[in-house]
């Protein structure tokens, strides 16, 4: 039988595997047949807009550990009753995973005196470290592609997201806070399936299943996304432990979040 420490550094190295076959698949092309309010249809690298749900109570337990010994109980798996207990219906990375990714970067910065905050905070990249913390305390998670969330919170405010920056800020989703809290996930998964089909009307796209066959699963996906939307963000609201997240693959870890729970405020309050 191989020793302990040999068997996790081959789970580590086998995580690490998963996890770049994963990032790899999703920089592959990938149509995406979602029509944004300029009425093209929009073909994108898959790209994801990601509404994080974080435990901050989780968090606060994570940050105040010392940072020499966090490394040591995430290599031996000790920190997992740490994490609070996964929503049913969101996704989030398995704790192997996730530990692997926190063990990699910490071993990037090596030894270091100090509680893990204070060590983040001294860090020229501490919020990646906060990051992947944060998805370390985290319940689930709502992710979509990008050209898909532009229809979604379209139909959320009742107006056309302009652009990249007008999804991604903190008055378009505390807007999107305010109308889908609580709301019926099948009133809002219905707008925007309407939204869908008639914005493929207007370009003369065909709503027959016969003629294109990806018109029932995208109806079913764009089905299944609202709804979650709506559930991830109640979830959010009716737990005074979770705070959101807002950010999208590929952004700089210093740019998620909004306001006090942007990451850089976050360390530096």
Known sequence: MLPKSVCLDVNRLTCKLIILATKWQKLQHS????IKGHGLLVYTMGIETVLLIVNEKSLRQILDIDWNELYQ????GNMRYVRPEKLPRLERQFDID???EILDWMESIGSRDGTVEEVLRDL????EGLLQLMHYASPGNWECWEARSYLYLDVALGREIADRNDLY??????????KLSNLPEDEFAEKVCMDWMDRRKQLGETLDEKEDPKII???EAHTRKSKLLVHAISEWQNNPDNIGIIGREHLEASQWGHDEYNLSNYLNK
């Open 169 to 178: 800020s903190v008055a378009t989703w505390k807007g999107v806070i305010e």
């Open 98 to 100: 996730c530990e692997a």
């Open 124 to 127: 020229e990249d501490g919020e």
């Open 31 to 34: 149509i995406s047949d979602d």
């Open 73 to 76: 109980l995430m290599d031996k």
């Open 217 to 219: 699963p995208t109806y």
